[in-house]
């Protein structure tokens, strides 16, 4: 696919230098769609976002390692993720949607794919919880792979399902901050009670998604990714979720890159956040 002209041109050169071996831990592909269609049950319909436009952003922001993420519109078809991660086995991995109709072939052929975890959406807008019989069949098929479950949540159901994510006998990762309002600041319940599961060695927390919670310049989400990072600095991540999905506004990833030295703000917090956590949750 031709990446349109004007993608990097309206992006920002960030003024902060990655590290190398700095990963995009929460991105997407998207389509193109006359080659990987669109699940039928979608909630949303994106703009397709191949593999080349992220390849070509991540080379633009100096970005040296990504994570896939499949994402609800493609549904339960990995199809292209798994072209994406296929493309450069050495700098992708992947996080599947799967339900339990998948075979030991099915999971085999993911982890060879370069596939490391199972995402579940419990968010509303996206079609809410899922089949909680489904998600407890599919837990038990892969909590022994080495894998690692990653929830979508709304800042208000994270104390109802806290019962059942304590219970979790795997890894699992928070998407996007728990999705906490960041006008409500760093002493809100919900957040509160995201850090209390952080207490758990087997929870991990994704800074993502400041321009989810917040609008640029992002100075109250800011704050947030923070205090999470240094609750738990060995087990957080960084991503900048292009091609933000149902955004409010247009992100710029600069902006967002630009965010990093902010939230983690030495060397060392830099690494771990941007090197060190992702590459030993995602076997780079």
Same mark, same amino acid.
Request: net charge negative; glycine share 6%; charged share 25%.
């Given at each position: 696919?031709?990446?349109? !002209?004007?993608?990097?041109?309206?992006?920002?050169?960030?003024?902060?230098?990655?590290?190398?071996? +700095?990963?995009?831990?929460?991105?997407?592909?998207?389509?193109?769609?006359?080659?990987? !269609?669109?699940? !039928?049950?979608?909630?949303?319909?994106?703009?397709?976002?191949? #593999?080349?436009?992220?390849?070509?952003?991540?080379?633009?922001?100096? @970005?040296? *390692?990504? =994570?896939?993420?499949?994402? $609800?519109?493609?549904?339960?078809?990995? /199809?292209?993720?798994?072209?994406?991660? +296929?493309?450069?086995?050495?700098?992708?991995?992947?996080?599947?949607?799967?339900? %339990?109709?998948?075979?030991? +072939?099915?999971?085999?052929?993911?982890?060879?794919?370069?596939?490391?975890?199972?995402?579940?959406?419990?968010?509303?807008?996206?079609?809410?919880?899922?089949?909680?019989?489904?998600?407890?069949?599919? @837990?038990?098929?892969?909590?022994? *792979?080495?894998?690692? =479950? =990653?929830?979508? &949540?709304?800042?208000?159901?994270?104390?109802?399902?806290?019962?059942?994510? *304590?219970?979790?006998?795997?890894?699992?990762?928070?998407?996007?901050?728990?999705?906490?309002?960041? /006008?409500?600041?760093?002493?809100?319940?919900?957040?509160?009670?995201?850090?209390?599961?952080?207490? &758990?060695?087997?929870?991990?927390?994704?800074?993502?998604?400041?321009?989810? @919670?917040?609008?640029?310049?992002?100075? #109250? +989400?800011?704050?947030?990714? *923070?205090?999470?990072?240094?609750?738990?600095?060995?087990?957080?991540?960084?991503?900048?979720?292009? !091609?933000?999905?149902? $955004?409010?506004?247009?992100? %710029?990833?600069?902006?967002?890159?630009?965010?990093?030295?902010?939230? /983690? =703000? $030495?060397? %060392?917090?830099?690494? #771990?956040?941007?090197?060190?956590?992702?590459?030993?949750?995602?076997?780079?």
């Amino acid at each position: 696919m031709t990446i349109p !002209p004007d993608f990097l041109s309206k992006r920002r050169k960030p003024a902060f230098k990655l590290p190398p071996g +700095a990963t995009d831990a929460h991105c997407h592909v998207f389509g193109p769609g006359n080659v990987f !269609p669109y699940s !039928p049950s979608r909630k949303y319909t994106p703009e397709d976002a191949p #593999k080349e436009m992220l390849r070509a952003l991540h080379d633009y922001l100096g @970005i040296e *390692r990504a =994570v896939i993420v499949q994402a $609800s519109c493609h549904g339960l078809d990995n /199809a292209a993720m798994l072209d994406c991660i +296929a493309s450069d086995p050495k700098r992708y991995r992947g996080v599947a949607i799967v339900n %339990d109709t998948f075979t030991d +072939a099915d999971f085999q052929n993911l982890h060879d794919g370069g596939v490391r975890g199972v995402r579940f959406n419990f968010v509303k807008h996206l079609g809410g919880a899922p089949d909680m019989a489904v998600f407890d069949r599919v @837990i038990d098929r892969v909590k022994d *792979r080495g894998w690692h =479950v =990653v929830l979508h &949540l709304d800042a208000k159901d994270i104390d109802e399902l806290s019962a059942v994510i *304590r219970k979790l006998p795997m890894t699992f990762v928070i998407d996007h901050m728990g999705r906490v309002p960041s /006008a409500d600041g760093v002493e809100q319940a919900p957040l509160n009670t995201l850090l209390e599961l952080a207490k &758990l060695e087997k929870c991990w927390i994704k800074v993502t998604g400041s321009e989810r @919670i917040d609008f640029p310049p992002y100075d #109250k +989400a800011v704050p947030i990714a *923070r205090k999470i990072l240094e609750t738990i600095p060995d087990r957080v991540l960084w991503g900048t979720d292009f !091609p933000h999905p149902n $955004s409010t506004h247009e992100a %710029d990833e600069g902006e967002l890159v630009d965010l990093v030295p902010h939230i /983690a =703000v $030495s060397d %060392d917090l830099q690494r #771990k956040l941007l090197v060190d956590n992702p590459a030993k949750l995602y076997d780079f």
